[in-house]
């Protein structure tokens, strides 16, 4: 073991100078913080500054270690002890396993505490937390339970329609129950009634602001443009979609044959970005609701609730992230209506959506950042700052001598699209690259890689990968 990567406490590490066999809690919340999230080490023999001091009698105080976990934790999370010598110094090591059996409760003088890990502390978990692990220890999701609501005092047209779009058959009440959104007598699930038309749960809604400015003090006018909309979580896509979308300017350059359009923002990343919010936000986050808030330079997209794991996404590798999904019967039915897929995270696509783009550059790449209880999606205006092209379609006569290299980057960019959806329209392509359906159609039939199976909506794209 490398003790020196884990010297500088992190969310999966952390260091006692000695074993506090009087003051326990200074060390047994960290214990229950680990059992609580992804598990962790803890290490006993380094000191604040991260010299390595050593334990005088580790033996000793290994066993009076396993005797306080059990005495102290409630329930018991699963451990495993070792010692590791440095410099001639005998350490501790104490690997807390990540349980199913949450929350672990430190318990003291009849008060039971559960901890959290938040950065390179572990703090008392919120009401709010203590739900999710008491739903997490019970392999159960908020969406996945049984609400009040009757199924019979709501509609779902939305539903009925995009099902009837997507698959090509109606969607029938039995589906209803296959689907996880009611149950045999007539009740709704949480997700079903996140699904009706008229949302019951009040806090399923979207406030949406185009403010004038930087921030959100613009000065005499802050607002150009604000919204508010309640309801089902397709209505709340829809309609946020298109809020942004008509806040949305796309400049254009000419070329030697044709112009390239340049949008302030893409619709790929913002539609996957606005479904995440959708999806894994934290429902259990009551009078919250998710925000779409748009500047001259950059539109956020917030959310309720950190990561499903607890660990900030600015901490991780953004393409290794792995699919955590905090409501996954919503996740399921939006996969099977088609706004998303099963494998692997939404980063990547925000991010290449992006890269993808004629107007990127280095310093408009998408970020991402969230904390214990919030969770944001920052995407820049791809054309912000440039005097490149025009505005509103006008033309400004300035020609692109790289016309060759921008062809290969959209064919590209097909070719990628194709690959996360073989069912996909040559409208969403012309919507999702900013490029006119026409053009589409030229590129696509000048790929002799690239050809559509069958007819209409039944048909399909199909990559020749040898070619």
Not at 16 to 42: M, R, T
Not at 263 to 281: D, K
Not at 389 to 418: A, F, P, S, W, Y
Request: hydrophobic share 35%; glycine share 8%; charged share 30%.
């Amino acid at each position: 073991m490398d003790v020196k990567k884990y010297i500088g406490e992190t969310t999966e590490y952390d260091k006692k100078q000695s074993v506090e066999i009087k003051k326990p809690k200074s060390w047994c919340k960290s214990v229950s913080a680990f059992a609580n999230g992804v598990g962790g080490f803890l290490i006993f023999g380094i000191d604040n500054e991260g010299n390595i001091v050593g334990i005088d009698n580790p033996e000793a105080d290994a066993e009076k270690i396993s005797e306080i976990i059990k005495a102290r934790l409630d329930p018991i999370p699963e451990f495993r002890l070792k010692f590791e010598k440095v410099n001639d110094r005998i350490l501790i090591i104490l690997n807390i396993i990540s349980g199913e059996d949450t929350p672990y409760y430190y318990s003291a003088d009849g008060i039971l505490e559960a901890y959290v890990r938040v950065g390179n502390e572990s703090v008392k978990a919120t009401a709010v937390e203590q739900k999710r692990l008491i739903m997490k220890g019970k392999n159960l999701s908020y969406d996945t339970q049984i609400s009040s609501y009757k199924l019979g005092d709501y509609a779902f047209t939305k539903l009925r329609e995009r099902y009837k779009k997507w698959i090509g058959k109606s969607f029938e009440d039995k589906d209803m129950i296959s689907f996880g959104l009611s149950t045999d007598d007539g009740y709704l699930t949480n997700a079903g009634a996140l699904l009706a038309d008229e949302c019951p749960i009040r806090w399923s809604r979207i406030f949406c602001t185009r403010w004038n400015g930087l921030n959100k003090s613009g000065g005499t006018m802050d607002a150009l443009d604000d919204a508010e909309f309640s309801g089902g979580l397709i209505y709340l896509l829809e309609n946020g979609e298109e809020f942004i979308q008509r806040n949305c300017k796309k400049m254009w350059r000419k070329t030697s044959t044709s112009r390239e359009e340049l949008p302030e923002y893409v619709e790929r990343s913002y539609h996957e970005a606005l479904i995440n919010a959708l999806i894994h936000r934290d429902y259990l986050v009551t009078g919250s609701e998710v925000h779409i808030d748009i500047f001259d330079d950059r539109m956020e997209i917030y959310s309720p609730g950190g990561m499903a794991d607890g660990i900030a996404i600015q901490d991780r590798d953004l393409l290794s992230v792995p699919s955590t999904r905090r409501n996954p019967l919503l996740a399921d039915v939006f996969e099977r209506l088609g706004y998303m897929e099963r494998k692997g995270s939404g980063f990547g696509k925000i991010i290449d959506a992006y890269e993808f783009q004629v107007n990127y550059k280095e310093d408009k790449k998408p970020a991402f950042h969230s904390d214990r209880s919030n969770f944001f999606v920052i995407m820049p205006n791809l054309n912000f700052g440039t005097q490149d092209g025009t505005q509103d379609g006008t033309q400004d006569g300035t020609q692109d001598g790289t016309q060759g290299n921008k062809r290969v980057k959209l064919e590209d960019q097909l070719i990628l699209m194709i690959r996360n959806n073989a069912k996909i329209s040559i409208g969403k392509m012309s919507e999702a690259t900013g490029v006119s359906v026409r053009t589409i159609k030229r590129r696509i039939a000048e790929m002799p890689n690239v050809q559509f199976i069958g007819r209409g909506f039944s048909g399909h794209w199909e990559i020749k990968e040898d070619q």
